[in-house]
């Protein structure tokens, strides 16, 4: 890691409020990316996103090892998604089912919702990884720091990801050939 | 390339994304001109690609986002201010943590030992004296009055204190007094306090009031415990140990002291010791305010041995019983009244003088016991313990001996009656008695007391009866009137007391030996050397107290013969010995008893013979047959050891690898539910 990014984590961890903010910026989007790739939702995304920056500030002590920092913000965010996750199933059955035509209005077409529903399926570190390129178009290294994994690990991952996107969309994608 | 081709998905992706390396790509494209499907694959990862990057381009966030985000974490986190922040910050350090864990730690403890009242005492006893010690500066004290009136037991000994530093409280300690008061009154309505305290207390610090607001601010203050200073009751006393050098001049001179002082003296007595020495008591009655003054002149008397200096505050039980009497006044006023009427049966009339005396008793009692107290208060007592120098010297020594005497007798009940005889005037019995034991042995127990002229004579006479088997005596020395090694003790006179003689009586059977011998003697025909060997110790003068015979299955016989001869006889009978065989093995003890007076010749000597022969050389316990029989008893008894020891060792390791494997277990557990 670079020395002054180790430099900024370390301050944060102590209470440095500037270096924290430093932080928020550079990092929501990737908290973000995270959250949506577990909910599917840009404002529970963005409320996870939230609430995960305040509780790292809170509990920002726990953190020993500075270099940890970025991993251990994406894993306090893949939490508090899954909470959010896992509140929504409770939800009664009726609210449910209204749910996913609500919020897919008439201005995206049928090529997006499918495309939803194969994201849906995926599992959810693939979502994460496949998140993170696409909204932040960000190179494997930062993905790899990001979700822990190895370079391999993350290769076959979006590989994966990515075929099985295609071979449930193919009957939309051969026409567009 | 079939690395490539079974991994065509992830190589096509990060071709994509771009983070192939040169050499990488190069592989790819290489091998997407050789196979037509994974070519296919390409086009179709392609147009998902694209789609993906179209589609989510639109999910992303907006550029408002971090702002968004920023602007949350302020509102839901504020900053914290100046101290707060450091606190907090602070708390975060490991060393911090530690420390504060301590400090509360601590803080129960002290809590705990006031609660259960260890210390507490002695606690507001330093306090007091710190405050005696630095009276702080007038203009403090008003903004502590607070703080005093929260904590309730360490005020109430406070004011205590201040009375005896200064009487007559000064203006600053009234307008404390004051402040106080407010203090409680602060708690109902603290919104006017604020601004009524600072213009009150400044009227106090501009003009100098009069006693009666002190009093005035006292009875404001309710049920508070501590009435006003002037009132309090102490009762103050010392008591002084001197050491002087003549008794009556000390008297006289503490009696000047006194009457300068203002005092008196209320008792005096001394008592004559037996070396002529005076040791008294005077207690002195002074002013309470000129107690300081009298301690300092009286130790110049002489030499000051210990002082105490006390304080006992009556305050309480002493308007309690004001109380009371008050009351009682006015039931007697009302029986009075009930007399007075005379209304009713003669039997109520003589219920109510009764009750009427009964009352009246107790209103006495109770005028008394305020009389008392305010006697006490009125005067402190001081108590002077007086005792002229050498106190200690003895009158006279008193010389006591007692005799300790062991003797032997043939014939211990005809030597009992023989002392018993002895007994005159100045040789008393004091003690007699006959023991017979569970075997039958007799022995006896004397002691008699005997005048010192006759002692010696009566002693010799007891002697001759028996066999003096030890003479012990003790002289003590014991000092009349003092202590026999404070100094002068070589001026005292001496005098003998009688003498005191134990004597122990045993029958000669029960002497230790006062030597003894043990030898072996080999011999072809042990039966016959035996009988020989009594035969001779019967010539010597001397006794046969055992003797055995016994033959084992190897033909081996073995006699044991113990005999007791006088010592007179000892060698005689050693150099006989020779001739029954040859001897082995000798071994002599002797018993040195240096502390006591012994009739050598006449004390006995014990020799124990073992005559024996020898048997068979071979046993059973050699030969190859029993040397195997052996090892393999031995090995086998080895192997059931240890495989005793591998069961405890199991047994001993059990629970812990039980315990161990649980814990890792349970712990892999909670990992695994944690992920």
């Not at chain 2, 407010?182 to 610090?205: H, L």
């Not at chain 2, 003068?541 to 081996?556: H, K, L």
């Not at chain 2, 316990?621 to 031995?634: I, V, Y």
Request: glycine residues 6%.
């Amino acid at each position: 890691m670079d020395p002054s990014e180790r430099e900024k984590y370390q301050a944060a961890i102590h209470g440095d409020r500037e270096a924290f903010e430093m932080i928020i910026r550079t990092h929501s989007r990737t908290l973000f990316a995270i959250a949506y790739g577990v909910l599917q939702s840009r404002e529970e995304a963005e409320d996870v996103a939230q609430d995960s920056l305040v509780k790292a500030w809170k509990t920002r002590w726990r953190v020993r090892d500075p270099e940890k920092f970025p991993a251990w913000l994406a894993t306090i965010a893949r939490h508090k998604a899954h909470d959010v996750f896992r509140k929504r199933r409770t939800v009664p059955l009726s609210e449910q089912a209204t749910e996913p035509i609500e919020p897919e209005p008439a201005n995206t077409s049928a090529l997006d919702q499918k495309l939803h529903s194969a994201l849906a399926a995926l599992p959810e570190l693939h979502r994460a990884a496949l998140t993170l390129r696409y909204f932040e178009e960000m190179d494997y290294r930062t993905i790899e720091n990001s979700l822990g994994l190895t370079n391999g690990a993350l290769r076959g991952i979006l590989g994966r990801a990515l075929t099985s996107m295609r071979k449930q969309l193919r009957p939309a994608l051969t026409p567009m050939d | 390339m079939a690395t490539i081709h079974d991994e065509i998905d992830s190589w096509l992706a990060a071709d994509l994304h771009g983070e192939l390396s040169n050499n990488e790509r190069n592989a790819l494209h290489a091998h997407l001109l050789d196979c037509a499907g994974c070519r296919k694959t390409h086009q179709e990862i392609k147009t998902m690609n694209k789609i993906l990057e179209e589609t989510l381009a639109q999910e992303k966030p907006d550029p408002a986002f971090e702002q968004r985000m920023l602007a949350g974490f302020r509102k839901r986190a504020p900053q914290r201010a100046g101290l707060v922040k450091l606190l907090v910050d602070l708390m975060r350090l490991r060393a911090v943590q530690i420390t504060a864990v301590a400090a509360a730690l601590l803080g129960l403890v002290q809590i705990g030992r006031m609660i259960t009242g260890e210390n507490a005492t002695s606690l507001r006893k330093r306090y007091a004296e710190a405050e005696v010690a630095a009276p702080q500066p007038p203009e403090s004290r008003p903004s502590q009055a607070g703080a005093l009136g929260r904590s309730g037991g360490i005020a109430a000994g406070r004011p205590q204190d201040l009375a005896i530093e200064a009487p007559a409280p000064p203006p600053a300690t009234r307008s404390k007094f004051r402040e106080e008061s407010k203090a409680a009154a602060a708690t109902v309505a603290p919104d006017k306090a604020e601004q009524g305290e600072t213009t009150e207390s400044e009227a106090f610090a501009a003009t100098p009031e009069s006693p009666t607001n002190a009093e005035e601010a006292g009875k404001t203050r309710g049920e508070s415990p501590a009435p006003a200073l002037a009132n309090r009751k102490l009762i103050r006393n010392a008591i002084v140990e001197l050491e002087i050098l003549s008794f009556d001049n000390a008297v006289q001179k503490i009696t000047a002291v006194a009457n300068e002082e203002h005092g008196y003296i209320a008792t005096t007595d001394s008592e004559k010791q037996a070396n002529g020495k005076l040791r008294g008591q005077v207690v002195v009655k002074v002013l309470p305010e000129n107690l300081d003054l009298f301690l300092q002149k009286i130790r110049s008397l002489g030499e000051l041995k210990k002082q105490t200096l006390g304080t006992e505050d009556v305050t309480k039980a002493y308007f309690d019983t004001d109380a009371r009497l008050k009351n009682a006044h006015v039931m007697e006023q009302r029986l009075i009244d009930m007399l007075k009427t005379k209304t009713g049966k003669v039997s109520d009339l003589l219920q109510v003088e009764k009750e009427l005396g009964r009352v009246r008793e107790e209103i006495e009692k109770m005028q008394g016991e305020l009389k008392y107290w305010d006697s006490q208060v009125q005067f402190a007592t001081v108590t002077i313990s007086l005792a002229e120098k050498d106190m200690e010297e003895p009158a006279a020594f008193l010389i006591r001996e007692r005799a300790q005497l062991a003797l032997y007798a043939p014939d211990v009940e005809k030597t009992y009656n023989e002392i018993k005889s002895l007994a005159s005037p100045k040789v008393q019995i004091t003690n007699a008695q006959l023991n017979r034991d569970y075997s039958g042995r007799v022995s006896a127990q004397m002691s008699m007391l005997i005048a010192p002229e006759e002692s010696d004579g009566a002693i010799g006479r007891v002697k001759v009866f028996g066999r003096v088997e030890n003479f012990q005596t003790q002289t003590q020395r014991t000092a009349q009137g003092g202590n026999p090694a404070a100094a002068g003790s070589e001026n005292a006179r001496t005098k003998r007391d009688k003498v005191e003689l134990n004597i122990a009586i045993s029958r000669e059977e029960q002497e230790q030996a006062f030597q003894q011998t043990s030898l072996r003697i080999r011999t072809s025909s042990v039966d016959e050397k035996a009988k020989e060997l009594r035969a001779l110790t019967e010539k010597q003068g001397g006794r046969v107290r055992s003797s055995t015979f016994s033959r084992d299955p190897d033909g081996r016989a073995v006699a044991n013969v113990s005999l007791r001869v006088p010592m007179k006889n000892y060698l005689a009978i050693m150099q006989s010995l020779d001739s029954l065989g040859k001897v082995e093995n000798v071994s002599v003890q002797r018993q040195d008893r240096t502390d006591a007076q012994i009739d050598e010749a006449n004390a006995p000597a014990d020799v124990s013979i073992q005559v024996y022969s020898q048997g068979n050389i071979v046993t059973e316990e050699s030969g190859l047959l029993a040397t195997l029989r052996r090892t393999l008893a031995q090995s086998a008894g080895a192997i059931m050891w240890s495989l005793r020891m591998i069961g405890v060792a199991i047994a001993f390791l059990a629970p812990w690898a039980i315990a161990i494997v649980g814990v890792i277990w349970v712990g892999r557990r909670i990992i695994r539910a944690k992920r």
